[in-house]
């Protein structure tokens, strides 16, 4: 009854249809974006920019004395790049590290952005008020032309980062082939970092500058999980930050005082939580299978490996071995008859008489294959 | 003319700017600068757990519950790590939000009316430091935050000076202090613990955003002065107090937030060292690099003139006009550099021919040689 008031609400409830909308846009614009920053090991650079972009905003505010939406964006737009441009020239020009050069532009900036705030809150006229919503962000504020403006700037970032894509592709793997094929790297360096810094930018309003850089690194990381093909993981990421947005909002919207933002990025963790266990080939369970199967593989090629070397040792002769022998051979003497019983059900294996062991034609054969390679 | 309040803010920001460069010099040269803004932020966490359990905004338990999870999200993120799933800093970027988004949660959901909000952690409010005041006996002790900050400078300083060799072998040379039995692995839990600890104690005051740009900036600034780690400790302070006097007097001409403004000041300082710093400053690189390419092209026309003065070309070749036609220098570059080299001895002009002095001739067979 409740999920189907909940769902009835999000489509016909203004606010939450609003702010579901709002945050898939946002979901699937960082999701995307998000992927190459990852995979360019920039996954902190959101943070910086996110916390960078304040100054922009109030700068913008104080200058053109407009609240409108795509002013604020612009000023924020500039301050991400001024702060990126000033972080890569730190890290270029001097030998501090970029661990360091990020902390620093970020608190930096963000420390100067609260000074212009609190500044322009004092100013006489009271039109300021809402500046701050970017700090901490307030979906719930989305507006139906906030979210229009959001769908074309997100649209736009989409269909360049489709455009650009086999070069955006490339400098991201391989900048330097990129570079000696004649590719313009540096500016398409540029032009992704940009389309990052919208992503960002996007996304203050919803969530808040703290919580953006979760925004753009946690639907790429959970997405990076399921596969090994850009593609599908700008795909995947778009998905999930999308399913974490509307989840979000939903959740956000069935209780009181339950703030969007964090809410949203909670559910995003939680995807990335089951996608680190559960993906096939990387995730943690299917890596522990595999780690058991190889250590089983690895401990009956041992008791093969002995009784190949006892018969090598005794030519002439077909002998058994008593299982002490083989035990005082092994890493692990506890396992030792079970893994022969074993061998003995596949053939490679067999008792000549009480507790005396042998390997058989096959057996024989396998060991000198198994370990003719390794010679 | 300063009040009390005014000079005891000042106080108060210095310590904690000494106290944060004493911890953020490591943090730094140990390529760990963004764990301390994970670790400032997730310190909300722990503080609001604690609050739920003792029911007191002052409870020291507080700072115990800060400084365990700052210990928890290094634990986490090493965890993450391990698991080869994702790089550094993507685990760095994964933990935090979750954490300071579960405490932003349990805040605006069970602890509306108290007093701890985002706001304030984030942000700080020293200019209510003052207010706060320990009072014994009818007497004044001064504002609570010289004993919390205070206290927090005298043990991370205690760090600092009991284990400078053994900070110094992990954080330069981590293998070989394994290897002499060091513990590098407790040093780096003991120093993130102490991070937590200065996060807590100077965000009461200064607010996280703070506390990261006085772990990052000053120790930036000063890594660009020196080489040597206790320099690098001392200016780094230096520069801490620097920018929050500064600051302070910042705000107070603009009637703005101090933390923001303080933080403000880290970074205008950062950037004077930046562009100014003696060696390493852009100014001086420039200057370096400016000197050198006038020793090189003072080498080339030297060699180029002993080049040519043997043979007819001689009136082709070593005229100034045609410098730029065979050593490629445009003709202003050549007149400059030509005045240098006649100023230095190397040639000399005579109707527009340039023939080697004694001292230029040198200076070519030198490196000729070479």
């Not at chain 1, 008031?5 to 409830?13: E, I, N, P, R, V």
């Not at chain 2, 445009?330 to 100023?343: D, L, T």
Request: charged content about 15%; overall charge neutral.
């Amino acid at each position: 009854m409740e999920i189907q008031q909940l769902l009835y609400d999000l489509f016909f409830d203004y606010t939450l249809r609003t702010v579901a909308l709002g945050s898939a846009i946002l979901g699937i614009v960082s999701g995307a974006l998000g992927s190459f920053a990852v995979l360019r090991k920039q996954s902190l650079l959101g943070d910086a920019i996110s916390h960078a972009a304040l100054p922009g905003i109030v700068l913008a505010f104080l200058i053109t004395r407009s609240r409108e939406p795509i002013v604020l964006i612009l000023g924020a737009l500039i301050a991400g790049w001024v702060a990126t441009l000033f972080m890569l020239s730190i890290i270029r020009t001097t030998r501090i590290k970029d661990d360091s050069a990020l902390g620093l532009v970020l608190s930096v900036f963000f420390g100067f952005g609260l000074m212009l705030l609190t500044f322009t809150q004092k100013l006489p006229d009271a039109t300021q008020a809402g500046l701050d919503k970017f700090l901490f962000g307030q979906a719930a504020t989305l507006l139906q032309r906030d979210v229009i403006t959001m769908g074309i700037i997100g649209a736009i970032a989409l269909l360049l980062l489709s455009a650009f894509w086999k070069e955006f592709k490339l400098i991201t793997f391989d900048p330097e082939y990129a570079g000696s094929l004649g590719f313009p790297v540096r500016f398409l360096d540029v032009l992704l970092t940009t389309l990052l810094v919208i992503a960002i930018v996007l996304g203050l309003q919803t969530v808040g500058v703290v919580l953006m850089s979760a925004m753009i690194v946690a639907p790429a990381a959970a997405a990076r999980q399921w596969t090994n093909h850009l593609n599908k993981m700008v795909v995947l990421g778009g998905l999930f930050g999308a399913i974490a947005g509307v989840s979000g909002t939903l959740i956000s919207g069935s209780a009181e005082k339950l703030p969007t933002g964090p809410v949203i990025v909670l559910c995003m963790s939680i995807i990335v939580f089951f996608s680190m266990l559960i993906a096939p080939n990387r995730g943690l369970i299917w890596n522990w299978f595999r780690t058991q199967r190889n250590r089983k593989l690895l401990r009956i090629q041992a008791v093969l490996a002995d009784l190949h070397t006892l018969a090598l040792q005794h030519p002439n002769e077909e002998r058994g071995h008593p299982i002490a022998t083989l035990r005082s051979m092994n890493a692990h003497p506890e396992f030792v008859s079970l893994i022969l019983n074993q061998l003995k059900e596949q053939g490679l294996v067999q008792e000549l008489s009480k507790n005396a062991w042998a390997l058989t034609q096959a057996g024989l054969a396998e060991a000198e294959q198994t370990f003719k390679k390794e010679a | 003319m300063m009040s009390l309040a005014q000079l005891e803010i000042q106080i108060i920001a210095s310590l904690v700017a000494v106290a944060c460069s004493l911890v953020g010099v490591f943090l730094i040269l140990r390529r760990m600068a963004m764990m301390s803004d994970a670790i400032s932020h997730t310190v909300l966490l722990g503080i609001v757990l604690a609050f739920f359990v003792t029911k007191s905004i002052t409870s020291p338990l507080l700072l115990i519950g800060a400084a365990l999870m700052g210990v928890l999200t290094v634990s986490l993120v090493e965890l993450l790590n391990r698991t080869q799933l994702v790089r550094e800093d993507t685990s760095i970027g994964l933990v935090f939000p979750a954490l300071f988004s579960i405490a932003v949660i349990l805040i605006s959901r069970f602890a509306g009316d108290v007093h701890i909000d985002n706001d304030a952690v984030l942000l700080g409010e020293l200019a209510f430091a003052p207010f706060n005041r320990v009072k014994l006996f009818g007497l004044d002790f001064g504002p609570e935050a010289y004993y919390s900050s205070g206290g927090i400078l005298i043990l991370n300083l205690l760090f600092v000076i009991l284990f400078y060799k053994e900070l110094k072998l992990a954080t330069f040379d981590s293998a070989l202090a394994a290897t002499l039995g060091f513990a590098p692995t407790l040093i780096h839990y003991a120093l993130m613990t102490l991070v937590s600890l200065t996060a807590v104690g100077s965000f009461n005051a200064v607010g996280s955003i703070l506390v990261v740009a006085f772990m990052v900036a000053p120790p930036s600034a000063a890594y660009l002065l020196t080489d040597k780690l206790s320099r690098m400790i001392l200016y780094s302070a230096l520069i801490g107090i620097f920018s929050a006097v500064s600051g302070y007097w910042l705000a107070n001409i603009l009637d703005a937030s101090i933390a923001g403004s303080m933080a403000t000041m880290t970074g205008a300082s950062f950037l004077t060292v930046y562009l100014f710093a003696p060696e390493r400053g852009l100014f001086a690189q420039a200057k370096r690099r400016q000197n050198q390419r006038i020793e090189f092209a003072l080498t080339m026309l030297t060699m180029h003139i002993a080049n040519h003065t043997a043979a007819q070309e001689a009136e082709l070749e070593n005229e100034v006009v045609h410098l730029n036609e065979h050593l490629k220098w445009s003709p202003q570059f050549a007149m400059q550099i030509v005045g240098i080299a006649e100023r230095m001895d190397l040639i000399q002009q005579k109707e527009g021919l340039l023939t080697l002095t004694e001292h230029g001739l040198k200076r070519a067979n030198q490196e000729f040689n070479a």
